[in-house]
């Protein structure tokens, strides 16, 4: 446990300093993490037959995990890059959005409310395009 590791270091700064090497790594291992992480960020795109939300918990699991080890994006440029990932089949949506609202300031949260609210309407309209073909 915890108190096992540190109980033989005297000062708090030895105690502290082995705790973090214990839960973040040293530094070499946490500059690896976050490399890794930046890459996952920067080739993230979203799979095939994804739904928003499943990618959008994909994004932000990373963006998390890069921000606990001290690396974080600006609201504005992760937008971005879920417009950037997104399949073709939604540059009207991003448009209407784009045009609609300041990607400097549109909060993410926004984004993901709007996305899946479009893609509600995509399901409904296959649905009823089914529908009309029985």
Known sequence: NDFNRVSSYISAKDMWDRLEVTYEGANQVKEAKISMLV??????????????????????NITNALQALDKVYANSEMVRKIFRCLPSVWMPNMTVIEEAKDLNTFPLKDLLGSLMTHELSIMKKDDDDEKDKR
């Open 39 to 60: 890459r996952d960020y920067e080739i993230f795109t979203m799979h095939e037959n994804e739904d928003i939300k499943i990618m959008f918990t994909r994004f932000i």
